[in-house]
């Protein structure tokens, strides 16, 4: 009889505390999910320009949403620090703390907007766009996808994602490669020398592609 009622209590505690779990979710949907996603006071300083989810823009507004967490970080730490130049994001990022830098970057990490609006390219060009990504050129241009992941997706701190970053945004910054290896003699397997590869055709076929593949 001892034993009896003792199971019977097991089993009461046992299903109260299920009743609790339940109550709670409906009084506190996805409350830790919630905190991940609830957007920093700082972050209307990004949105300015990438827009409120970081998807970018075709006026070459880079997407930052859905990137790897710890390279927005480091990127943004580099441009506060001086150490990775642009006269538009060095004197924001020099304006943001630690504790801004960090937030901002676990928000738009966790983040994914429609790709932004912007004219459909030719098909042409995404059709050489995709091959390019998925398979490198004739002239010694490695794939795209080979570094920087799966469908584009980023691989860490050191490769971001590019799918879905717009046309003009891809474009600017591949010349600017371009630019800083005829500076000086690029790092072997470096960005900066697989764009003294690429021809301008092969650029904008890669901008295109990439414009119109969605981020996964």
């Known amino acids: 009889m001892l034993f009896a009622v003792c199971r019977f209590a097991r089993a009461r505690d046992f299903f109260l505390s299920v009743r609790m779990g339940v109550v709670f979710m409906l009084i506190f949907p996805f409350s830790l999910l919630s905190l991940a ?5 700082s972050v209307q300083i990004c949105a300015a320009c990438h827009g409120s ?3 970018g823009s075709a006026a070459g507004v880079p997407r930052i949403a859905g990137m790897n967490a710890d390279y927005l970080a480091h990127a943004l730490t580099m441009f506060k620090a001086g150490t990775r130049r642009s006269d538009v994001m060095q004197p924001i ?5 630690d504790a801004d830098i960090n937030a901002l970057a676990h928000f738009f990490s966790a983040q994914n907007p429609p790709l932004a609006p912007a004219p459909a ?3 042409d060009l ?6 390019l990504a998925m398979h490198g050129g004739d002239n ?10 799966e469908n584009g997706r980023g691989n860490g701190q050191r490769f971001p994602g590019i799918a879905g970053e717009p046309d003009a945004f891809v474009v600017n910054r591949l010349h600017e490669f371009q630019v800083r290896a005829k500076a000086d003699t690029p790092k072997p397997g470096s960005m900066t020398e697989v ?4 021809t301008e055709e ?3 076929a890669a901008a295109a592609f990439l414009s119109v593949t969605q981020p996964h």
Do not use: E, W
């Open 37 to 41: 996603a609830t957007p920093p006071a």
């Open 53 to 55: 989810s970081g998807a």
């Open 93 to 97: 990022a020099k304006t943001l703390s």
């Open 121 to 123: 390219p030719a098909t």
């Open 126 to 131: 995404v059709t050489a766009g995709n091959t």
């Open 140 to 149: 010694g241009v490695p794939a795209c996808f080979s570094c920087h992941g």
């Open 195 to 198: 764009a003294s590869k690429l």
């Open 202 to 204: 092969q650029i904008h």
